[in-house]
């Protein structure tokens, strides 16, 4: 018996199709997997479950009753929660307060913070987050604040649990504490919408996957009854060959180094940190989540105040703000695309043309934006990186996951950087589209440009750097490249530093 | 979204849905202010209320800029008087030219403390500017001993009253400064930054968005414009006075955020200001012209702001 029917429904943007006619059903008890790739369509099916938009065509039954003047408050009263794409925890209350948002538990009007945190206690060991209920949610890591937000879908009990990339900012044992939710949800008969685009995820933990593609369901398979590379082939309407593209050349002559950095530390993050960025060479930055990486990405763009010394092909460089790094030619695509990455709020054409003004709006202009060159430069990113956009007037808002990532890393592409910092390049991101980013990476080496990437997936790491630094608590503990980089040496110097070191 | 003012600049106002707006209420009030009140249908009334709205217009102008990157400038009454007595009391001595120059000078300084203040000290720019106005008003009592001077400079008297093929020179003026602050916000590279800032400080920053420059400039050019239309004030009326740029204040905010700008910055147009100001200089006007007393005009006045940004210019959701 199915708990949720979804029933040909369409919906359009101001004019713009976004689903045709998908149906498909989730049975009580188990686990589906929505796949497809970015602006496929899949977070506008899951806003229609939730109540947040209604379709414009077709019908959704829950239980076989078709759902009328549907909304958020009523999914939730049905017993339907989600976690979002989106992180919608306010940063300034503590993690308890944020769980239990809107349904405070109270007496006699007052709430009561001790009260609180210990009702939250139970809820965050569930989600294996080992966080005092009472700190600020703002100070938590982008991947506790993401199963903080599962620990607040879970307040309610749910028959319906959506998960809409809950686990794009998570590292593997944050993952595995999720399946575990995932599992005794299905134990109790509960059922969960899931959509990642990490397809070895959605392998082991869904029991049946439905591919949306441009809107409309390809098929529904059975997991025994699939494997990835059909799932990627329905996904994409064609083969996808080697996802990774070939590595660097060992050692061609001992080139510069780009950038060196020595004893980088950074206050709270990192410490005695030694970097080389070669010109041509990824680097990653691998190890458990939040080990510090962030803050040697952010020091060495100038974002974080850092001490240690830096040098810049050979010279000694100051690093105090990010204008001095892109001065130079530093680019930095940081984890959090819709705060730091991206003017949410602007068009594409504004984000792309604004770290381009240089060349848009040159002086002898008197800085006066050239409007064919931008639309020049504009229509080109588009192209070259396959945005999917409305228009280039669209808000970046408005753009899928993917397509926002894109644009993040495209306004940087023009001034051709020399050192190109990346935070989780490929989160949300479909397999299309990351085997496009990693081939683009290794392009950018091959031109001479000095990579480092931080990343929560180790295959991503292995497949396309030529050596990882792993990080822990702050500091460099491993590094692997060649025959040493594999996937088990990587995890296990994350997990257990003092015994491979020793 | 972002609007642009390239060649198809009317065409791209037009788009610009709430700057839009502005200039439609305004037709609206003025075809009405004609057809059922006295007084407004003759080419003198028109002259009156452009020459009039000029002096307002001109400081929305510069409080357009603060505003579109998310500041706002308090200061602007205090910047007003502080030009137009600087200027006639240095007049006094010095001649007019001295006497403009060093009010310009001064309004000038006022507009980079504030930016000092916003920008180094990290003040919130509400707290920043209402306290420099504060404090400018305060040190205007003092040097003027709470007299201030009357002045008769023939430049600021021709640019306050003359005309020009039948306009006044003060509109020509509001217009000229209105095309420069048209192509520095909507053409100009700095006017990306302050978008771009208006819309998210964090992601600017992280783009190289050039923080301390633009916010130079923006209240910069807002306390210089304040003082411009001081001293344009000081040639309308011969006289300064400690108190008479009170009313441009918040006059000034209503006109920028009824011309369709967000307050909250990042999004609206400068022309949309010019529509704001109009529209209020005709309001004042007719409520004047129906003789209601200086309380019941202030209530009244309040309330149609507050309903006008009702009917179009509240804040969106997001
Ligand atoms: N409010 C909106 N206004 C206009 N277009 C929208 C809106 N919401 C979504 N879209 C468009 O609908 C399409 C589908 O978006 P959706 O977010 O559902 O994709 P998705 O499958 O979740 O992608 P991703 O994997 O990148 O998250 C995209 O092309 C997007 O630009
Ligand atoms: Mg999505």
């Known amino acids: 018996m199915a708990l949720l029917t979804v029933d040909r429904v369409s919906k359009s943007f101001a004019g713009n199709r976004v689903l045709h006619e998908v149906s498909f059903d989730v049975r009580a008890g ?58 919608s925890l306010n940063p300034h209350q503590t993690v308890a307060e944020n769980v239990f948002l809107g349904q405070w538990p109270a007496r006699r009007g007052l709430v009561l913070g001790r009260d609180l945190a210990r009702r939250a206690r139970p809820l ?67 059922s969960v919408v899931t959509v990642s685009h990490r397809m070895a995820e959605l392998f082991a933990i869904s029991d049946r996957l439905t591919v949306l593609k441009d809107g409309a369901v ?173 228009s280039p007037s669209q808000e970046a808002r408005r753009l899928s996951g993917g397509n926002q990532q894109k644009v993040a890393l ?93 | 979204m972002m609007t642009a003012l390239p060649r198809t600049a009317g065409l791209r106002a037009l788009r610009d849905h709430r700057a839009a707006w502005a200039f439609g209420v305004l037709l609206v009030t003025w075809a009405a202010a004609i057809l059922f009140a006295n007084g407004f249908d003759s080419v003198s009334s028109v002259r009156y209320l452009t020459q009039t709205a000029s002096f307002l217009g001109i400081i929305a102008i510069g409080q357009t800029l603060v505003v579109m990157m998310s500041g706002i400038d308090l200061s602007v009454s205090s910047v007003v008087a502080l030009s137009a007595v600087v200027c006639a009391q240095v007049s006094a001595g010095h001649g007019g030219a001295a006497g403009i120059l060093v009010g310009l000078a001064v309004s000038l300084l006022v507009g980079l403390v504030n930016a000092v203040g916003v920008l180094w000290l990290r003040v919130p720019p509400m707290v920043m500017t209402l306290a420099t106005g504060t404090i400018v008003a305060g040190s205007l009592l003092v040097y003027t001993n709470g007299s201030p001077k009357s002045a008769k400079i023939g430049l600021l008297d021709s640019l306050a009253n003359d005309r020009v093929a039948g306009i006044p020179l003060a509109f020509v003026l509001w217009l000229a400064i209105t095309a420069v602050a048209v192509w520095l916000l909507h053409a100009s590279r700095v006017g990306r930054y302050v978008f771009a800032l208006g819309t998210s400080q964090e992601a600017s920053r992280a783009s190289g968005v050039p923080l301390g420059v633009t916010t130079f400039i923006a209240y910069g050019a807002c306390a210089l414009l304040a003082g411009v239309a001081g001293l344009v004030l000081l040639g309308f009326t011969a006289t300064s006075s400690l108190t008479m740029g009170n009313p441009y204040q918040l006059l000034s905010i209503a006109s920028v955020v009824l011309g369709g700008t967000s307050i909250l910055g990042g999004r609206g147009h400068v022309l949309g200001t010019v529509a704001g100001a109009l529209l209020l200089t005709l309001l004042t006007a007719l409520l004047t012209a129906w003789n209601l007393s200086e309380g019941v005009r202030q209530m009244t006045l309040g309330l149609l702001i507050i309903a006008l940004l009702l009917a179009y210019a509240r804040e969106r959701r997001t």
């Open chain 1, 124 to 190: 965050l060991e569930r989600v294996g987050l080992d966080v005092d209920p009472r700190t600020r949610a703002g100070r938590l890591s982008l991947g506790q604040q993401q199963l903080v937000e599962l620990a607040k879908a879970l307040v309610c009990a749910p028959r319906l649990l959506i998960l809409d990339e809950a686990t794009s900012a998570l590292d593997d044992d944050q993952v595995q504490a999720v399946f575990r939710v995932v599992r005794e949800l299905r134990a109790a008969g509960s």
């Open chain 1, 30 to 87: 188990e686990v589906l997997a929505l796949v497809g790739e970015n602006g496929a369509g899949k977070s506008t099916v899951l806003s229609l479950i939730t109540g947040m938009q209604a379709p414009d065509a077709g019908e959704l039954r829950l239980d076989g009753e078709p759902l009328r003047a549907w909304s958020p408050l009523r999914a939730r009263a049905a017993g339907i929660s989600s976690v979002h794409q989106e992180l």
């Open chain 1, 410 to 502: 495209a306004r940087w592409l023009p001034s051709e950087p020399r050192v190109l910092l990346l935070a989780e390049p490929t989160r949300g991101i479909d397999v299309g589209t990351k085997r496009e980013i990693y081939h683009l990476l290794r392009r950018l080496a091959d031109d001479g440009v000095a990579v480092l990437v931080t990343s929560g997936d180790t295959m991503e790491l292995v497949g396309l750097c030529d050596e990882v630094a792993v990080m822990y608590e702050g500091a460099v503990v491993e590094r692997l490249a060649g025959g040493d980089l594999t996937e088990e040496r990587l995890v296990r110097a994350s997990v257990n530093p003092a015994v491979t070191h020793a």
């Open chain 1, 218 to 390: 390809m098929a529904t398979r059975d997991r025994a009854g699939t494997d990835h590379d059909d799932i990627v082939r329905l996904m994409i309407g064609r083969e996808l060959s080697d996802l990774f593209p070939a590595k660097a050349a060992p050692t061609k002559a001992a080139t510069a180094p780009a950038l060196r950095a020595r004893g980088l530390t950074v206050p709270g993050g990192c410490a005695g940190v030694d970097l080389e960025l070669t010109p041509g060479r990824i680097l990653g930055l691998g190890g458990l989540q939040g080990q510090g990486q962030r803050a040697v990405l952010r020091a060495l763009f100038g974002l974080a105040r850092h001490g240690g010394e830096i040098e810049l092909a050979g010279r000694p460089a100051k690093l105090s703000s990010p204008r001095e790094a892109i001065r130079a030619r530093i680019a930095y695509v940081p984890e959090d695309r819709k705060v730091e990455g991206l003017h949410v709020a602007q068009s594409v054409r504004a984000n792309l043309a604004l770290t381009n003004l240089d060349t848009v709006a040159p002086a002898r202009r008197l800085t006066t934006v050239d409007r064919n060159a931008e639309a020049g430069l504009v229509a080109d990113l588009i192209d070259r990186m396959r945005i999917k956009a409305a």
